[in-house]
């Protein structure tokens, strides 16, 4: 295998193999993170430079500089007060003073001859017209670096002072050396810590690599490791775990629907097959071949059914029915239920009472709402005992809207209660009575879409089921809980 090249996992089914291999250098987002931080690294040695460089030589030049300014105007006062005999006398008194010899003077004619001063000329390469500069002085045999000021005196003089300016050359000198090394030590450092960069987050998202391509080859048993760290690659490992056991929770879901298909419609299938068949070779008369006719469709109806209420699961955990949200009266709809199958519970010897709250407002899909509480209905009577009671009750509680059915039959296990929601699941007690199986997954999915859930509890004796509904959902809001 070559080194660029990651293990190749075998697809089920024989599907094709997509080649998956470690992207290129410069392609590479590790790559990427590593110059960014060495240029975050290096702008910030750039800007520690520079401070330093303005708080040690430009501190320097500005002390030289506020200096030369005071000598200056400290000069232009003495002229106005004592003319230009008093300038040449303070420049002397200054020279004489300067015991280290550092600092300049000069008082030129308009003609640039020199009156006093401790320079031979008024230097050349100083322009006229330019104030501030930097000149090489001679000092005892050696070159020296003078920052000087000109300015002009009234009657057309011109006058200079200056200070040496060695000391800042110097320490500059210094300090171009010690940046020059410190630059080559961050570019170093630059480069040695982006590659650390590099390879600490491939061996972060290794991990998160190896789980996705043992996910997309079959293996969803699969997690990434946590590390524990509680940092953002501990919370992008664990919203990936949720993410595939979501994932497998759907997957193990879409088989077991499958495998209930499969078992809960051979059986009308193969009983309708069975008739047509016996009928096409013994049904002596058209009646008698009708009769087998409609048998089957009997049969095929119920396989219909079953495939329409799965649509309509499917259909309300879509949310494709949110856009018929209205406001509307529950406490009349479940009035009308309630006088509907007061009617069937009298036919079949059992009674049905009802406690519902007037004026009971809830924002939804009326429809599904009714279609839900019918089904509790339709459960209740099914499992009822010929003279048993069942009771309907709806209140407000807060900000949520409880509809109660509670029978006195067989009841449910508790292990089969966390159940009873999923598609084609039947209690053991429930296998010899008709039914899919998907009421009550019908009746969760409204709930959900409702903001709200259905719960289960033992009525003692029978079940007691529990509608949860938002009275006052918003579109979004139920857009949002959906979701969730």
Not at 147 to 166: I, N
Not at 177 to 206: E, H, K, N
Not at 253 to 268: C, E, F, M, W, Y
Not at 328 to 348: I, N, Q, S
Request: aromatic share 6%; proline share 3%; charged share 20%.
């Amino acid at each position: 295998m070559s080194e660029g090249t990651l293990p190749q996992p075998a697809l089920a089914g024989g599907g094709a193999v997509r080649k998956l291999t470690q992207p290129g250098l410069l392609r590479s987002a590790g790559v990427r993170f590593g110059v960014i931080y060495a240029t975050l690294f290096g702008l910030s040695a750039v800007a520690l430079a520079g401070f330093l460089w303005w708080s040690t030589a430009g501190l320097l030049d500005r002390q030289i500089t506020a200096e030369l300014q005071q000598d200056a105007d400290s000069l232009v006062s003495v002229y106005f007060d004592e003319g230009l005999p008093g300038v040449t006398s303070a420049m002397k008194d200054r020279i004489n003073g300067n015991i280290d010899d550092d600092a300049l003077y000069l008082l030129a004619d308009p003609e640039f001859h020199l009156i006093a001063g401790n320079a031979n000329a008024w230097p050349a390469e100083m322009p006229i017209d330019q104030d501030w500069g930097s000149l090489r002085v001679k000092r005892d045999g050696l070159d020296v670096l003078m920052r000087v000021h000109a300015f002009d005196l009234p009657g057309g003089y011109r006058a200079m002072v200056g200070r040496d300016a060695s000391v800042r050359q110097n320490l500059s000198r210094l300090m171009e050396g010690a940046l020059f090394w410190a630059a080559g030590i961050a570019v170093v450092l630059g480069v040695v810590g982006a590659w650390a960069v590099r390879g600490l987050f491939r061996a972060t998202i290794a991990d998160v690599s190896a789980t996705a391509m043992a996910v997309s080859a079959g293996d969803l048993s699969r997690r990434v490791r946590v590390h524990g760290q509680d940092d953002e690659f501990d919370l992008l490992a664990e919203t990936i775990n949720d993410m595939l056991d979501r994932i497998g929770r759907l997957m193990d879901g879409v088989k077991q629907v499958s495998n209930a298909i499969a078992h809960d419609l051979r059986t009308p299938i193969t009983r309708a097959r069975t008739r047509l068949e016996d009928a096409s070779i013994h049904a002596k008369t058209e009646a008698d071949l009708r009769q087998a006719v409609d048998r089957a469709l009997v049969d095929l109806d119920g396989i219909v059914s079953v495939f329409q209420a799965l649509l309509r699961i499917s259909e309300i955990e879509a949310g494709a029915r949110r856009s018929a949200f209205a406001r509307f009266d529950l406490g009349a709809v479940l009035a009308d239920l309630a006088e509907l199958y007061e009617a069937v519970a009298e036919e079949r010897g059992m009674t049905l009472s009802s406690d519902v709250t007037q004026g009971l407002s809830l924002f939804g899909d009326r429809d599904m709402i009714q279609q839900a509480v019918a089904n509790l209905l339709d459960n209740a009577l099914k499992f009822s005992p010929e003279g048993g009671a069942i009771e309907i009750r709806a209140w407000q509680d807060g900000a949520l809207v409880r509809v109660t059915v509670t029978d006195h039959g067989p009841g449910m296990q508790q292990a089969d209660m966390l159940r009873a929601t999923e598609r084609f699941f039947r209690a053991e007690q429930a296998r010899s009575t008709p039914g899919s199986g998907l009421g009550l997954a019908l009746v969760q999915a409204v709930a959900q879409l409702h903001g709200g859930e259905i719960m289960l509890a033992d009525a003692q004796p029978g079940l007691r089921t529990t509608l949860v509904l938002q009275s006052s959902l918003t579109d979004d809001k139920s857009a949002t809980l959906t979701a969730a």
